[in-house]
């Protein structure tokens, strides 16, 4: 089973970037679908994006599309999410949330979705 480290969330100001990073561990990583999904207190949890096992297929929601970006580097075992032109409304605990999706094509992102493995999620803070 994957474990996933997050990293690279911060406090920035509304219109900046931050870069996530999804690290794993374990056996297999090229195989999962990868996910992202954010939590703001109060709020249910939302799905903003999702990579394939390979990279070729990805999927944004409508309130981050065209502002964010997954890719994956399995050689390095690692998911990222740039996120540029930031929003107040983007602050969240955002986490990554691996799948087991060996087919190609598959991409994740659902919230309430049974993850093989999550993170321990990273706050990202946005002032206005």
């Known amino acids: 089973q994957l474990q996933l480290v997050e990293s690279g969330g911060g406090s920035v100001q509304s219109g900046g970037s931050l870069r996530l990073s999804c690290a794993a561990s374990?056996?297999?990583?090229?195989?999962?679908?990868i996910g992202w999904v954010r939590q703001a207190p109060g709020k249910e949890r939302e799905g903003v994006s999702c990579i394939s096992n390979s990279g070729d297929t990805t999927e944004y929601s409508d309130s981050v599309k065209g502002r964010f970006t997954v890719f994956r580097d399995n050689a390095k075992n690692t998911v990222y999410l740039q996120m540029n032109s930031l929003k107040f409304e983007d602050s969240a605990v955002y986490y990554c949330a691996a799948s087991w999706a060996p087919a190609q094509g598959v991409c994740i992102m659902a919230p309430t979705y049974r993850y093989d493995s999550w993170g321990q999620g990273t706050q990202v803070t946005v002032s206005s």
């Open positions: 374990g056996f297999s990583f090229q195989y999962y679908s």
